[in-house]
């Protein structure tokens, strides 16, 4: 089955850039998004499109794209900013919807 | 601004079907634009998708839950419903509604559902 790989874990101090990546194959062809989620929350989009960002979001959480790899990049990071992350994206067919596991920020 | 509401029992047996439903407010299950989608997080766990349909009934599911799962639509009362059937222990997760544009946004808050006997 298609999977999107991310790294479980990123820490970083407040004030500080944190990039969370996230892979697959067919990323080159479809455009991958990104929530966050806080403890008890539901997830809430941040990117869309690879690097567009919804309006309300900060602007500091911003969203590229090169080959295979996605990268979620949070600059200035706060404390609120602590929580878990997902890519999500579709198959290379542009059928299913797919997640990637998830990256917990832990802003130190 | 659009709102997603899940509804449906917190506890399910084993084998039996779990039914949910999602109520749309503020806005049109009818748009043309958009699909709606159910999502899942077992506890601890990360997001995965279920399966989406469109107002007209169009359906597309995850293939790893396709034998299991029917969504249906109600645009008359603005909802669509999930059916979940020969549910176990590894069904027990918080269940999303959300409105679907390729992404999901926005989400409903979750309902947890747990199958024991």
């Known amino acids: 089955s298609y999977e999107l790989t991310q790294p479980p874990s990123v820490s970083v101090s407040p004030g500080q850039t944190a990039r969370i990546t996230c892979s697959a194959d067919?990323?080159?062809?479809?455009?991958a998004y990104w929530y966050q989620q806080r403890p008890g929350q539901a997830p809430v989009l941040v990117i869309y499109k690879d690097s567009e960002r919804p309006s309300g979001i900060p602007e500091r959480f911003s969203g590229s794209s090169s080959g295979t790899t996605v990268t979620l990049t949070i600059s200035g990071v706060q404390a609120e900013d602590e929580a878990d992350y997902y890519c999500q994206s579709a198959d290379s067919s542009g059928t299913y919807v797919v997640f990637g596991g998830g990256t917990k920020l832990t802003v130190l | 601004q659009l709102q997603l509401q899940e509804s449906g029992p917190g506890l399910v047996k084993p084998s039996e079907t779990l039914s949910l439903t999602c109520t749309v407010s503020r806005g049109s299950i009818s748009s043309s634009s958009y699909y709606w989608g159910w999502i899942r997080q077992p506890p601890g766990k990360g997001l995965e998708w279920i399966g989406s349909?469109?107002?007209?009934?169009?359906?597309y599911y995850n293939p790893s839950l396709k034998s299991r799962v029917t969504i249906s639509v109600d645009t008359s009362k603005n909802q669509f419903s999930l059916n979940l059937s020969s549910v176990t222990a590894a069904d027990t997760a918080v269940y999303y509604c959300?409105?679907?544009?390729?992404?999901?946004?926005?989400w409903g808050q979750g309902t947890l559902v747990t199958v024991s006997s």
């Open positions: 959300a409105r679907q544009d390729n992404w999901f946004d926005p």
């Open positions: 349909i469109y107002y007209s009934g169009s359906t």
């Open positions: 067919a990323l080159p062809k479809q455009f």
